[in-house]
C-alpha cells in the first residue's frame, strides 16, 4: 500500500527544493519497468519548438506536450513559472470545446512486445473514469469558461459529460519506436497510437470525431511511446502525457501512457490509495483542460511563450483543503490531487474558475 504523505502548501519553488534533496521514490519495476534515471538532457534530440513543449507527430500533426518534470522542458517551464511576471494566454483564432464528452481507452494486453508481463494497477481504470466522469461542471472545469471563440463569440460552456469507456486486450504491434527509459522493443508511435483510437471508434460505433468529443487512450504498464519512429520525443524522459487532433472532421485525443510517480510527479500524494492511478489522473486533467481552450494546438488559447492553460501551472497543485490534507478538489464526494489551471482574470493558478 503506498504511504500517505501530507504535503504542506508551500510555493512551486519551495516544493522543488526540498523534492530536489530527498530520495527518489522507486521505479515500479515490479510492473514492467526497468530502473532507470533519467539522462542528463532527456529531450535533447526531440523536434521539439523553442519554447520545448510542441512537436509534430509521425502524421505531421501538431502535438504539445506535458513535459516530465525531470525534462529539460520541464525544468524550464517550472523555472518560468515561478518567475514574477507571466505572460496571460491569448486568442489565436482556433476553436474551442464549447461542450466536452469525453471517451477513454483502456488498452491492456496481456503480454508487452517481448514477451514480459503488462497490467495496471488495482485502482487505475476507476480512478482515471470517475475523475473524467467528475470534471465537467466542477472546480477546473469552471474556470474554462473565460475562454471564447470568435467569429461569433462563443465561450466554453460549464457542461459536458463522460461519453464511454473500453477496455481492450489486443496485442500491441510490433515496436515503432524505443523509448530509453523503458527500453527494449516495448514502444508504439504516435501513428500506431491514432490508429488504435480510430479502430476502436469504428468498432464501438463512437462519434467519428467532432469539436466537442475528445478521446483518451491509456497504455499499460512497462509500455514506452514516442511521437515517431524515429524515437523522438519519448514517454517519461520527456512527456507524461500529450494532446493533439487529427483528420478534418476532427478527432481530438490524448494520448496518457501509464502512471509514472517518479518521472511524472513532484510530490507523494495520493488521495486514492494508488499512487499510480493518481499520477496518471492529474496528467489527465491537465490534457483535458488543454484540449478544451486549444483542441487544435497552438490556434487557440496560448500564451506568448508557447504555452497552454495547464502549462502554466504544471505540477503547482495549490493548497490541499480535503481529505486532511491528501486533496485539493472533492467532487461528487470524491477526492483527488490535481494540479491547478490558469486563470487569466486573477492572472494566476487556480483550483476553481471565476
Request: charged share 10%; net charge negative.
Amino acid at each position: 500500500m503506498n504511504k500517505r504523505i501530507p504535503f504542506p502548501a508551500w510555493s512551486l519553488c519551495a516544493a522543488l527544493a526540498a523534492l530536489a534533496a530527498m530520495a527518489a521514490p522507486p521505479i515500479f519495476a515490479d510492473e514492467g519497468y526497468a530502473n532507470a534515471t533519467p539522462p542528463a538532457t532527456p529531450d535533447a534530440a526531440s523536434p521539439v519548438d523553442v519554447y520545448g513543449l510542441s512537436a509534430k507527430g509521425s502524421s505531421g500533426n501538431t502535438i504539445h506536450v506535458f513535459p516530465s518534470p525531470n525534462s529539460n522542458a520541464g525544468r524550464a517551464l517550472q523555472a518560468a513559472n515561478a518567475g514574477a511576471a507571466t505572460p496571460p494566454l491569448t486568442y489565436h483564432g482556433g476553436p474551442i470545446m464549447p461542450s466536452v464528452t469525453i471517451y477513454t481507452i483502456f488498452w491492456i494486453p496481456p503480454t508487452l512486445q517481448d514477451g514480459s508481463a503488462t497490467g495496471v494497477s488495482s485502482k487505475y481504470v476507476a480512478v482515471n473514469n470517475r475523475m473524467l466522469t467528475d470534471y465537467p461542471a466542477h472546480g477546473i472545469d469552471n474556470n474554462n469558461t473565460q475562454y471564447s471563440q470568435t467569429p461569433p463569440t462563443k465561450y466554453i460552456g460549464n457542461v459536458g459529460g463522460f461519453g464511454k469507456t473500453v477496455t481492450i486486450h489486443a496485442a500491441y504491434p510490433s515496436s515503432g519506436c524505443n523509448d530509453a527509459l523503458v527500453g527494449g522493443t516495448n514502444c508504439i508511435n504516435d501513428a500506431q497510437m491514432q490508429a488504435k483510437i480510430e479502430q476502436v471508434i469504428a468498432a464501438q460505433g463512437w462519434p467519428d470525431g467532432g469539436i466537442n468529443n475528445i478521446f483518451f487512450l491509456f497504455t499499460s504498464s512497462g509500455e514506452g511511446s514516442c511521437f515517431t519512429s524515429a524515437s523522438t520525443g519519448c514517454a517519461y524522459s520527456y512527456y507524461c502525457a500529450y494532446h493533439s487532433s487529427t483528420g478534418t472532421q476532427p478527432i481530438i485525443y490524448a494520448i496518457e501512457p501509464y502512471g509514472d510517480p517518479t518521472n511524472c510527479n513532484n510530490q507523494a500524494i495520493t488521495p486514492n490509495g494508488d499512487l499510480i492511478a493518481d499520477t496518471a489522473s492529474t496528467a489527465a486533467s491537465h490534457e483535458l483542460s488543454e484540449s478544451i481552450t486549444d483542441p487544435e494546438p497552438n490556434t487557440g488559447w496560448i500564451n506568448s511563450a508557447g504555452n497552454e492553460i495547464g502549462d502554466l501551472c504544471a505540477y503547482n497543485y495549490g493548497i490541499n483543503s480535503w481529505d486532511a490534507g491528501l486533496a485539493n478538489q472533492k467532487w461528487n464526494g470524491h477526492y483527488y490531487e490535481l494540479q491547478q489551471e490558469w486563470d487569466n482574470h486573477q492572472a494566476s493558478c487556480q483550483l476553481v474558475g471565476p
